[in-house]
């Protein structure tokens, strides 16, 4: 069974930073892709950056240049550093999966509160 589990979250002044983690059940290899969504209070579920495998990382525009994700293959883990936060930012952010025939996977959340 598939689990994915993430870590981090928590309240950051604007400007500030916060890297969260998602560790997987498995290699994380074994995924066609990973990334972060977010869901804010009252919208829909958006995605945040995208890892394949192999290929391009696709990071929305609101976040580009500010959030960086990264992979430890060893730790079967996911991280998304996100600097210079700003108060748009505050949502629940969800670790994805896509595996190879395109079943989807997501973590429990972890929410993220930028606030003065």
């Known amino acids: 069974q598939v689990q994915l589990v993430e870590s981090g979250g928590g309240l950051v002044q604007p400007g500030g930073s916060l890297r969260l983690s998602c560790a997987a059940s498995g290699s994380i290899f074994s995924y066609a892709s990973m990334g972060w969504h977010r869901q804010a209070p009252g919208k829909q579920r958006e995605l945040v950056v995208r890892?394949?495998?192999?290929?391009?990382?696709n990071y929305s525009d609101s976040v580009k240049g500010r959030f960086t994700i990264s992979r430890d293959v060893a730790k079967n883990t996911v991280y998304l550093q996100m600097n210079n936060l700003k108060p748009e930012d505050t949502a629940v952010y969800y670790c994805?999966?896509?595996?190879?025939?395109?079943?989807?996977?997501w973590g429990q959340g972890t929410q993220v509160t930028v606030s003065s």
């Open positions: 890892i394949p495998r192999s290929g391009t990382i």
């Open positions: 994805n999966a896509i595996d190879s025939w395109s079943n989807d996977y």
